[in-house]
Nanobody, 125 residues
């Protein structure tokens, strides 16, 4: 099994920054994809960003392009999401997810095999 543990969420003013971390433990393999999703109250969980295990490919939802950066440290087995210029609409629970079925980035929730428990990000005005 694979365990994912997120950290780094919190309360931040609009325009501020946060760095989320996702620590991966358990069964590991090459050619995986790590992703971040978020879910605001009353809304569906949506894709935010993903990165291949090689780090060679990243993908972002349009609403965060230029503001968020996803990266990974294979030695530390940790994936990061740096969020800059945060907006009120970024408020959500952020989830880390792992797709062990392919090395190609997929953006649908159902494509991911493992999930963390989530970390709350609240952006205030």
């Amino acid at each position: 099994q694979v365990q994912l543990v997120e950290s780094g969420g919190g309360l931040v003013q609009a325009g501020g920054s946060l760095r989320l971390s996702c620590a991966v433990s358990g069964r590991t393999r090459s050619d995986t994809v790590m992703g971040w999703f978020r879910q605001a109250p009353g809304q569906e969980r949506e894709f935010v960003a993903a990165i291949t295990s090689s780090g060679g490919s990243t993908h972002y939802v349009d609403s965060v392009k230029g503001r968020f950066t996803i990266s990974g440290d294979n030695v530390k087995k940790t994936v990061y999401l740096v969020m800059n210029s945060l907006k009120l609409e970024d408020t959500a629970v952020y989830y880390c997810a792992a797709d062990y079925s392919t090395a190609t980035v997929r953006t649908t929730r159902g494509a991911y095999d493992y999930w963390g428990q989530g970390t709350q990000v609240t952006v205030s005005s």
